[in-house]
């Protein structure tokens, strides 16, 4: 049974970091390509960052590229989403995805796998 659980939401303050952490299990690990997908109140789930585990290859969109960094630790199957110089606008339930795919980006629909979120709340 495939897995992915993210841990590592809260509250903070804007202007703080939190890291993000999604544990997964029963697909191989390095042949996946790993990512995070957010979804703010009211609004659509929007791919924020991926990662290829086989080479490294990752993805940002404008929207958090400088501020947050996507990696992987292969030797325990985990993905890691560092997020930095938070707004509040990033306030928002994140999803960690993964695809039997070497490609990133990948769009919405090519996801196999979601997690079932964890919520991050950026107080002004």
């Known amino acids: 049974e495939v897995q992915l659980v993210e841990s590592g939401g809260g509250l903070v303050q804007a202007g703080e970091s939190l890291r993000l952490s999604c544990a997964a299990s029963g697909f191989i690990f390095g042949d996946y390509t790993l990512g995070w997908f957010r979804q703010a109140p009211g609004k659509e789930r929007d791919g924020i960052s991926c990662i290829s585990t086989k080479d490294g290859n990752t993805y940002y969109p404008d929207s958090v590229k400088g501020r947050f960094t996507i990696w992987s630790d292969n030797a325990k199957n985990t993905v890691y989403l560092q997020m930095n110089y938070l707004k509040p606008e990033d306030t928002a339930v994140y999803y960690c995805?993964?695809?039997?795919?070497?490609?990133?980006?990948?769009?919405?629909?090519?996801?196999?796998?979601w997690g079932k979120g964890t919520l991050v709340t950026v107080s002004s």
């Open positions: 995805v993964a695809a039997s795919s070497n490609k990133c980006p990948i769009g919405y629909y090519g996801w196999d796998y």
